[in-house]
């Protein structure tokens, strides 16, 4: 628990909440460890892909910005249109 209380946010508290409410919709199909298990690997899951997006972002800026969506051009590629 001390690595989740160390990167905080003030939006985690939406992603824990309805991780929440995910287990306790998984507790009555397997046991409440199994369902903690599984929140616990989303949550960080999400922490992961949250922060990995997040540093892909911070690398686009410079780049330039899509002329048909706006958003910011990574590796010449819009993100949005070019997937
Ligand atoms: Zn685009």
Redesign the pocket.
């Known amino acids: 628990m001390v690595l989740i209380l160390l990167n905080f946010e003030k939006r985690d508290i939406v992603l824990i909440v309805g991780l929440l409410l995910f287990m306790i919709g998984l507790i009555p199909f397997m046991a409440p460890v199994y369902a903690a298990l599984i929140t616990l690997v989303m949550y960080f899951g999400i922490k992961f892909y949250v922060a990995k997006r997040r540093k892909s972002i911070e690398k686009d800026i410079g780049e330039g910005i899509?002329?048909?969506?706006?958003?910011k051009?990574f590796n010449k590629k819009?993100?949005?249109?070019?997937l």
């Open positions: 899509c002329v048909d969506c706006g958003s051009v819009c993100p949005n249109c070019d």
